[in-house]
C-alpha cells in the first residue's frame, strides 16, 4: 500500500507514512498532500523526494479517525492514491478523494 500505518497508544493517534513511486509521480519535481487533515491546503504538506525518485510524508493523524485526501503535483494536477483504503465522491462531477482510515 502507497499508505503505511502504525499505531502510537501512548497518544492515540497513528503515525502514517504517505509514499509515491516515481512512475506515480509523472515526473513531477514536487509532490504535496491535501486532505481533511490540512483543511485542503494544497501545498502546507510537501513529501521528500527520496534517492530512488519517490516521495514520501510522515505524519500523525488522531486514531479512530476517517480522513479524505489527494496528492497534487507541482503541476498543479490533483491524483489519488491507487491504494486508498476507499474512495468517496468529491461533490465535483467524476472526481472521486481518497479514503484513509486510521
Known amino acids: 500500500m502507497s499508505c503505511t500505518k502504525k499505531s502510537i497508544k501512548a497518544r492515540a493517534a497513528t503515525r502514517v507514512r504517505f509514499r509515491i513511486s516515481q512512475e506515480q509521480s509523472n515526473n513531477n519535481a514536487a509532490i504535496y ?6 483543511n485542503w491546503d494544497e501545498y502546507s504538506l510537501p513529501m521528500k523526494k527520496q534517492k530512488d525518485g519517490s516521495f514520501m510524508l510522515e505524519i500523525e ?3 479512530g479517525e476517517k480522513h479524505l485526501f489527494r496528492y497534487v503535483g507541482a503541476d498543479g494536477l490533483w491524483f489519488n ?3 486508498a483504503d476507499a474512495y468517496e465522491p468529491s461533490g465535483f462531477a467524476g472526481v472521486y478523494n481518497c479514503v484513509l482510515r486510521v
Open 61 to 63: 493523524l488522531p486514531a
Open 81 to 83: 492514491d491507487p491504494e
Open 33 to 38: 498532500v491535501a486532505g481533511t487533515f490540512n
